[in-house]
């Protein structure tokens, strides 16, 4: 199982039960309480997230998915709704109903269809059925321009809006676009440590 009790250091909500309802023959899994989510926070009136503030979430973030694919799993839905956080500004990563275990020396392939619509990479958003840590890092980096920009940074109701979206940006394909990505992300982590 990818929960340990290690998990709950490293920005990870912590498990405080197992409820089983034998009649409907469910799994309930509580987890500790979170006063907001990034989402909810970034859209209330008059919030702009400080420099220091979108740094110290950005390397919360970024170690959380550190553990994450250290141990072969992608989370796979990174956005602002999945990351909670607690009114001492520690940021936790919720909702790991479409992570996937992966092993980069294997390939394996995997559905396109994950990721919100608004952080999905290009690669998946044409039907890469292959996909790595990039996937959590896209997102990433879309939750970091969305902290600083105090909107979303590539909105769009159908892939085709999305699409245009990348088209317009002029955004790069392929290993450039990949490691541009890890390398920007990379710095931010290495600037607030």
């Known amino acids: 199982m990818f929960y340990t009790k290690e998990t709950e250091k490293v920005n990870f909500c912590s498990v405080l039960a197992l409820i089983t309802a034998h009649v409907s023959s469910s799994l309930y899994l509580v987890f500790e309480y979170m006063d907001h989510d990034l989402l909810g926070l970034s859209s209330l009136p008059g919030v702009k997230f400080s420099e220091p503030q979108v ?27 999945n990351l909670l956080i607690d009114r001492n500004g ?15 020396a294997k390939t394996i392939p995997l559905t396109s269809h994950v990721v919100t619509l608004w952080y999905r990479p290009p690669e998946l958003l044409l039907g890469a059925s292959h996909c790595g840590v990039g996937v959590d890092l896209w997102s990433t980096g879309c939750i970091l321009g969305e902290l600083y920009a105090g909107k979303p940074i590539l909105p769009g109701k159908t892939e085709v809006n999305i699409s ?5 940006l002029g955004v790069a394909s392929g290993s450039c676009m990949l490691f541009e990505v890890t390398h920007h992300l990379f ?5 607030v440590a």
Do not use: N
């Not at 520690?90 to 980069?104: Q, R, S």
């Open 55 to 81: 740094k110290c979430y950005m390397q919360q973030l970024l170690s959380g998915l550190e553990h994450c694919h250290s141990r072969g799993v992608l989370h796979r839905d990174i956005k602002g709704s």
């Open 90 to 104: 520690v940021l936790k990563i919720a909702d790991f109903g479409l992570a996937t275990f992966f092993d980069p």
């Open 164 to 168: 245009f979206s990348y088209y317009t």
């Open 187 to 191: 710095f931010i982590g290495r600037t």
